[in-house]
């Protein structure tokens, strides 16, 4: 059985677990969660959006202390624990002030015949999410905020590291007056969520995780004819390519790879400098990123907290020593203290080695040196995953040609700070498939119905 814990990764210390879900009830919850789809279904969109508006304000009135909970859960630093939930805050808004405009009835505009022909978004059902635990509340807000405005319901199984802010997730839907089981927490193992995705009940599933979690996912959903959607991870690259502001481009690449203490999944991982670029860069890479200092991440002033688990931290460390065995050079780092690991940079990394395709979630920077454009986008693209991926250049036609080479998702020309709740998430490749987020999250689980009437 699953054990649901909150276990500060600072002390190590246990501070309170919460029960797992019994088979019984989960096979209640799924029935409750159904039957909620005939009220909240058939709300009007502007009910739901009043719903959705009054979720954003309490998000937005409790950020301070929902931040708190998410740094003792998983160790976020307090400034970004505080900045995680005011940006799921604008998630919820965003899909309330967009409601209208993404269910409005769609006309075809026909070719022959006679009478009208609309697209109408009606609910799909049940929505299964599976939530990782590095984003605990921006990731149930991508997932749950579009379902709930399309009027579909939705069963939540947190990471079992999370499920002190799954609780406060779940009161604040009901503080909103969401109905009941339209919204429903599942403190559920791996096992029981198999039989949760295998229910007719059931009509789609969203996981945020593992390529291994996503694999097995996506096979039992498959067969039982469930759409999915997959986010997997990634390792993304960061095209440095040229610049007229050295000081600023790594400033850029440092946030790229350090955000959430590095356990992003769209963090820039493996940084590929022009050749002309690659000596200042590596220096001043080198400067910058050491300045970030392991702390204690309930402080302000803390950027770098400590990794989820002593375990996290301890396979982070094994593939920083397998690279060094297999040729890399650590120019910076590589040290672990319980659950804190310092910023490590890599240089050397073979290409034929098995740290090489892996994606490393932490604080740990590889640095590549690219003798040309074509080999940048080369080393970009030699890789299994296809989540997002940074370009910096000056040439505003070089920026053009290249991103529209990269074999991503997502791609982010000279910005880090792209993201927003309109913007769609998702990947290609290894890295899933589906998106979040944007009107493209609204799509991913809807009926879209054709009603077609003659003359």
């Given at each position: ?42 709300r ?16 937005e ?6 931040g ?6 998983m ?22 002030d ?31 999410g ?48 969401l ?33 291994r979690?996503?694999?097995?996912v ?106 060094v065995?297999?040729?890399?050079t ?77 074999a ?45 009437t003659?003359?």
């Open positions: 059985m699953t054990t649901y814990a909150v276990t500060d990764p600072t002390t190590g210390q246990v501070i309170k677990q919460y029960p797992a879900i019994t088979d019984e009830d989960l096979t209640a919850s799924i029935g409750r969660a159904e039957s909620a789809l005939t009220e909240w279904g058939s009007t969109v502007a009910e739901r959006v009043t719903l959705l508006q009054n979720v954003a304000s309490i998000y009135e409790r950020a301070e202390e929902l708190a909970i998410i740094s003792r859960e160790g976020k630093p307090k400034t970004s624990a505080i900045g995680e939930a005011a940006f799921s805050a604008s998630i919820y808004r965003y899909y309330a967009s409601a209208e405009e993404f269910l409005a009835d769609e006309p075809i505009q026909l070719r022959g015949g006679t009478g009208s022909a609309v697209i109408r978004r009606t609910p799909l059902g049940v929505v299964l599976i939530m990782p635990w590095n984003y605990p509340y921006f990731m149930a807000a991508r997932c749950a905020a579009p379902n709930l405005m399309i009027g579909n319901t939705v069963l939540l199984k947190p990471a079992p590291q999370c499920p002190e802010s799954a609780a406060a997730i779940a009161a604040i839907f009901d503080e909103a007056g109905p009941a089981n339209a919204y429903t927490t599942i403190l559920a193992s791996n096992e029981q969520i198999e039989s949760v995705i295998a229910d007719p009940r059931v009509r789609g599933v969203s996981l945020t995780g593992s390529g979690a996503g694999s097995a996506a096979k039992i959903a498959g067969e039982h004819l469930k759409k999915v959607v997959l986010e997997l991870g990634g390792s993304d690259p960061f095209l440095a390519l040229s610049t007229n502001d050295m000081d600023a481009l790594v400033k850029s690449a440092v946030a790229a790879r350090m955000y959430n203490s590095g356990q992003a999944c769209n963090a820039a991982k493996r940084f590929i400098v022009a050749d002309h670029l690659y000596d200042e860069f590596l220096e001043k890479f080198v400067s910058q990123i050491s300045a970030f200092e392991p702390g204690d991440p309930s402080s302000p002033d803390t950027k770098l907290g400590p990794l989820v688990s002593v375990e996290a931290a301890e396979r982070l460390e094994a593939q920083v020593n397998r690279a065995e297999e040729g890399a650590v120019v910076l780092g590589g040290q672990r203290n319980g659950a804190f690991f310092s910023p490590t940079v890599l240089t050397d990394v073979r290409r034929d080695g098995s740290a090489y395709s892996e994606e490393f979630f932490g604080p740990v920077a590889q640095v590549f040196r690219a003798r040309t454009e074509a080999e940048a986008i080369e080393l970009a693209n030699d890789t299994d995953f296809g989540l997002g991926s940074f370009v910096f250049t000056d040439d505003a036609a070089q920026a053009e040609r290249v991103a529209d080479q990269i991503a998702g997502m791609v982010y020309v000279n910005t880090v700070d792209g993201e927003g709740p309109e913007v769609p998430f998702g990947g290609v490749k290894n890295s899933g498939y589906g998106r979040e987020l944007g009107r493209l999250g609204a799509e991913e689980f809807v009926n879209m119905k054709l009603i077609r003659g003359a």
